[in-house]
């Protein structure tokens, strides 16, 4: 991705020095100044809810959140795990709320779930937080109202019904391109043993017709 985006970069560079060679300097300083102020606005919508998720955490209350959500984790994810399915819980709390303290909590979930080699609940966890569904888009609102939008969220019930498509499509679709492999590997698994035994059928009838033939003599 970094040269994908150098790449452009240095295209649109030489476009722009090529068509209007006067607003060059002016068009790099501008795109500079909004890189900036969207970085600060991250920043700072990230600095409140991270210091908001460390009070609720404190206070429990993302614990009793995740709690609710652990017997869903249990039958999602597939596990038996405990550190697993509260770290994912814990992911899939703070990602309904819009929070931006998830990330360490899913990273933590996929290492135990591949400490016991379940590779299903690695990759759905991962779709889950692909598709980015929120009850509460608070960073988008909070980016909006940092551009000076009269109407930041209004974003609310578009993303809400976008995410949830997103992650309703993403889900099913992984649930059953899983199911096809599985069903094409136990009928390859299938055939290999079929071709197997009729192999060893067919030596251990020569064997013994030979071993007959020997007695007989």
């Known amino acids: 991705m970094n040269a994908v985006f150098c790449a452009i970069f240095i295209i649109s560079a030489a476009v722009l020095a090529f068509t209007a060679p006067q607003e060059f300097l002016t068009s790099l300083l501008s795109g500079a100044r909004t890189?900036?102020?969207?970085?600060?606005?991250?920043?700072?919508?990230?600095?409140?809810?991270?210091?908001l998720a460390a009070v609720a955490e404190e206070c429990g209350i993302t614990k009793k959140a995740?709690?609710?959500?652990?017997?869903?984790?249990?039958?999602?994810?597939?596990?038996?795990?405990?550190?697993?399915?509260?770290?994912?819980?814990?992911?899939?709390?703070?990602?309904?709320?819009?929070?931006?303290?998830?990330?360490?909590?899913?990273?933590?979930?996929?290492?135990?779930?591949?400490?016991?080699g379940n590779a299903y609940a690695q990759k759905?966890?991962?779709i889950i937080n692909c598709a980015g569904f929120q009850l509460i888009p608070s960073t988008v609102i909070a980016l909006r109202a940092g551009m000076g939008s009269n109407a930041a969220?209004?974003?609310?019930?578009?993303?809400?019904?976008?995410?949830?498509?997103?992650?309703?499509?993403?889900?099913?679709?992984?649930?059953?391109?899983?199911?096809?492999?599985?069903r094409s590997t136990r009928a390859k698994h299938g055939r290999n043993s079929a071709t197997y035994n009729v192999k060893t059928g067919h030596g251990a009838k020569i064997k013994t017709a030979k071993n007959e033939g020997a007695a007989w003599r």
């Open 35 to 51: 890189s900036l102020n969207t970085a600060l606005t991250l920043f700072c919508v990230y600095a409140v809810w991270m210091g």
């Open 66 to 116: 995740a709690k609710a959500l652990r017997p869903m984790c249990f039958k999602i994810f597939k596990s038996k795990n405990e550190e697993a399915l509260n770290a994912a819980a814990m992911n899939l709390t703070c990602d309904l709320l819009g929070a931006g303290a998830s990330t360490p909590f899913a990273v933590k979930a996929i290492k135990e779930f591949e400490k016991e």
């Open 124 to 126: 759905l966890l991962f």
């Open 153 to 182: 969220a209004d974003i609310f019930l578009p993303s809400l019904i976008c995410s949830f498509a997103t992650l309703i499509v993403s889900v099913t679709l992984y649930i059953v391109s899983e199911k096809i492999s599985s």
